[in-house]
């Protein structure tokens, strides 16, 4: 067990596929559907989250946000979920605090990838 | 590790025609002006986005092109906050048409012309989709390898990096000679131990290129000075790249944008899956578990008290049977409410067509819909579709009169059509009403008189004419018109209610308006039956087909030339069937009453009505109606099977299919034997058939 993981997606099927990944490397999932919803779920400290951008109630770079203000989520991994064309965003995510970001279409082999890179 | 996501194509697919639903609905508010653009436009992106996020990774590689056109488009408008121009909006209209086409796995027309048109109405800014798509820099693969430069800033910690991984990810690209420079390194007393003090040189030897080496530092490339340098001096013959000998960090990322993967064998988009799924929600599941969790409770108090039982506890077995009986109810109707959803589902798609009707007519018509949250059975739902959207086009074409003749009648020069929902008992009425010109009764009754569905000289009350649209051979050549005509009249719509145990009616004021009422099952799994007794089997009527039951005195029974029964109901001879003979059941003979007690039950059938004579009436309830072909084999006039309380099967009958057959033995006669032919004498007491009866006016 690789600890916990968050996925934020409005998305069902992209939440679904990236949140199947992880579990497949060995991540137990905490899945939520947007911003409110994540950090409504996310009570205990997590090892890694990934998070869409454009949601619903809440968006990404809020939750970013929020997230990095919480104790215990200060070095926490955050990806963003993009796409090529948001190149703004992902810098406003990394303003946030993001840590880095993955690229639409999900690849699951990209993300693991990203995974090494980004846990010690 | 390989990871295979085409289990999420479902899903996907799901969602994606979801998306569409509210890309449409939004686009269609949009145009009405009377909602907040700025946040409709963001619900309108959110949806294409979506749709586009998940194609790539499905190799839906149409999709994805024609999503990111609408994108463009949609992106311009959100920072504009403006609604689309009509143009724009006929497009994204156009293109949602096209998305839904290729989800389906069919060929979607001339997308590629409407994606390339929705970015020609973006005045400036190159074509994203064209020009970017598929032809990324050709990435500059230098034999040899690179000198890296790498120096994080003193808070590269704080920012969660940390140096390590990006090292060890440079050696899956090739061989990594790594070394360390100190020399910023401050004495122990004074060293920060949360900064970074260190730099990196690292020479890197392999087949990789500069793009690999970008992407591995591309999270930090503001949070450090980097450098990366071809190795040798041996540049690539012709790439203009290779001539720089410094690239720094600072310079503009390089974007690339690799085409969506495109898994071999699905050339094919869409490839809509087999099935289909429900997506039910968390507490309907939860109040599953709930009550399977009740029920085994209450088993388990039956058999513990059947396990040691004494007479004195029978009362107390009464209420834990009573207990079990409850929670099994209880189970079955929350069952079934996994299959129900909201009629949103369906009403979503139908401001978009009086929309597109409204234009091609001419008209102007507002849609008011109302009970959407009723749900119905999805199979319902489904089924629905089709009679509904062909009702609506009705009544835009026919219905709705055009704005000159409304203004002249002195109404409103805009129409209105309501669609409502609401339940009514155990079924749900659906009503479709508009103000336009309402039904014509001459011309209905002149048309049915000359294609022979009714006499001349019959007399028909106006709703009765209303009601001759829904018979076969009645799609007259002058009310089929480009819309709603297509070959497919008012007979089609109601076949299509009726195949799912619904039925439907109108009701018109010439100069007000017409209203068509469905009136449909909550489920096709239950159907509210009459149950019969017919010899020593039981028959299931559906209890909407049914008309009135009675005991027909004797001279309403007659006989005409000797072959088929007739009763006299309502003033009008209507098609007497025993059941008893056309399922060759045998009476039974010592207990079956006199013929006094004899009943028919009359029903209506797409052609008219129909009198059933059986043994005798039981009770009215649900029954779960399991399919006979799937454990039998297909029985004519019978369209399904139940279990009854006492365990045996019960046959559902199929009022239309039982008409048929008494059709097609009308020519032999009625009777297999003459012992039974005597016994349906006796049943009626009909001692002489009657020729002298008029012919019956419905056939």
């Known amino acids: 067990m690789r600890g916990k993981a968050l996925v934020v997606d409005d998305s069902n099927s992209m939440r679904q596929m990236v949140a199947f990944t992880l579990a497949e490397a060995g991540f137990d999932v905490i899945e939520a559907a947007n911003g409110n919803d994540a950090l409504a779920k996310a009570t205990g400290p997590v090892q890694l989250v990934i998070t869409d951008l454009n949601m619903p109630e809440m968006d990404g770079i809020t939750l970013i946000r929020s997230l990095r203000s919480r104790p215990g989520f200060q070095h926490t991994p955050i990806l963003m979920l993009t796409t090529e064309s948001q190149a703004s965003r992902k810098a406003e995510g990394k303003a946030a605090g993001a840590t880095g970001w993955i690229v639409k279409p999900f690849d699951p082999e990209k993300l693991l990838k990203v995974l090494d890179r980004v846990l010690a | ?699």
């Open chain 2, 1 to 699: 590790m390989n990871i295979d996501l085409d289990q999420f194509r479902g899903v996907f697919l799901d969602e994606a025609s979801e998306h569409l639903s509210a890309l449409e609905r939004g686009l269609v508010r949009l145009e009405e002006g009377d909602a907040d653009v700025g946040s409709l436009l963001d619900e309108i992106f959110r949806s294409a986005h979506s749709i586009k996020g998940g194609a790539g990774t499905f190799g839906l590689d149409e999709v994805s092109r024609l999503t990111h056109s609408m994108e463009s488009v949609l992106d311009v408008l959100r920072d504009e906050k403006r609604a689309p121009t009509s143009a724009q909006a006929d497009l994204l209209l156009s293109a949602v048409d096209h998305l839904r086409d290729l989800l389906d796995g069919e060929p979607g027309g001339d997308w590629e012309e409407t994606s390339r048109a929705l970015v020609a109405t973006i005045a400036t800014g190159p074509t994203p989709s064209e020009s970017s798509e598929g032809e990324g820099p050709a990435e500059a693969v230098v034999s040899g390898g690179f000198r890296i430069r790498f120096w994080p800033d003193r808070d590269f910690f704080l920012a969660g990096a940390d140096v390590w991984p990006l090292i060890r990810e440079l050696h899956t690209l090739g061989e990594v000679e790594a070394s360390c420079d100190v020399r910023d390194l401050p004495p122990l007393a004074e060293l920060d131990p949360e900064k970074t003090w260190l730099g990196w040189d690292i020479v890197i030897r392999g087949e990789v290129s500069r793009e690999d080496l970008f992407e591995v530092f591309e999270f930090y490339e503001d949070d450090c000075e980097l450098e990366i340098e071809p190795l040798l001096a041996e540049p690539v013959t012709g790439s203009a790249e290779a001539g720089e000998t410094t690239e720094t960090a600072d310079a503009p990322a390089v974007e690339t944008t690799s085409p969506p993967p495109t898994p071999s064998g699905s050339a094919r988009s869409g490839a809509r899956r087999e099935g289909g799924s429900i997506r039910v929600d968390t507490m309907k599941v939860d109040e599953l578990v709930d009550l399977a969790g009740e029920l085994v409770v209450a088993h388990a108090r039956v058999s513990e008290l059947v396990d040691r039982f004494s007479i004195d506890q029978l009362e107390e077995l009464r209420q834990a049977v009573a207990t079990l009986s409850r929670s099994t109810h209880d189970l079955q109707e929350q069952v079934m409410r996994v299959r129900m959803l909201p009629l949103a589902h369906l009403f979503s798609r139908f401001p978009r067509l009086i929309r597109d009707l409204a234009n091609s007519l001419g008209k102007k018509i507002r849609l008011e819909v109302e009970g959407e949250e009723t749900e119905l059975d999805k199979g319902v739902i489904e089924q629905l579709g089709d009679p509904l959207t062909h009702l609506l086009r009705n009544c835009a074409d026919h219905g709705i009169e055009s704005p000159e003749l409304r203004r002249d009648a002195g109404k409103e020069e805009e129409g209105v059509i309501h669609i409502s929902a609401s339940h009514r008992g155990g079924s749900v009425e659906l009503e479709i009403r508009d103000d336009g010109a309402g039904l014509d009764t001459q011309r209905i009754h002149a048309k049915a008189v000359e294609s022979g569905l009714v006499g001349p000289d019959d007399d028909l009350a106006d709703a009765q004419i209303h009601n001759l649209i829904f018979r076969p051979g009645f799609s007259t050549a002058e009310a089929v018109s480009d819309l709603s005509g297509r070959g497919v009249g008012m007979d089609v719509v109601r076949r299509n209610v009726e195949g799912f145990n619904g039925s439907i009616t109108v009701d018109s004021v010439r100069g007000e308006g017409s209203s068509f009422r469905i009136r449909v099952p909550l489920t096709l799994a239950i159907l509210d039956g009459q149950r019969l007794r017919v010899g020593d089997q039981t028959f299931i009527i559906p209890l909407l087909s049914v008309v009135e039951s009675f005991q027909p005195a004797p001279e309403q029974v007659k006989r005409i030339q000797g072959r088929a029964d007739v009763l006299l109901f309502r003033g009008q001879t209507t098609p007497l069937v025993n059941l008893a003979d056309l399922f060759e059941v045998a009476p039974r003979r010592s207990t079956e009453p006199g013929s006094n007690r004899r009943v028919v039950v009359v029903v209506e059938t797409e052609r008219g009505l129909l009198a059933l004579g059986v043994d005798e009436l039981l009770s009215q309830s649900a029954v779960v109606i399991k399919n006979l072909e799937a454990n039998y084999r297909k029985i004519p006039g019978i369209m399904g099977a139940t279990i009854l309380g006492d365990g045996r099967v019960g046959l559902i009958l199929d009022v239309n299919e039982v008409d048929a057959l008494r059709r097609r033995d009308r020519g032999a006669p009625v009777a297999a034997s003459p012992s039974a032919a005597v016994d349906r004498n006796a049943t009626y007491g009909v001692p002489t058939p009657t020729p002298e009866l008029q012919p019956s006016t419905i056939p």
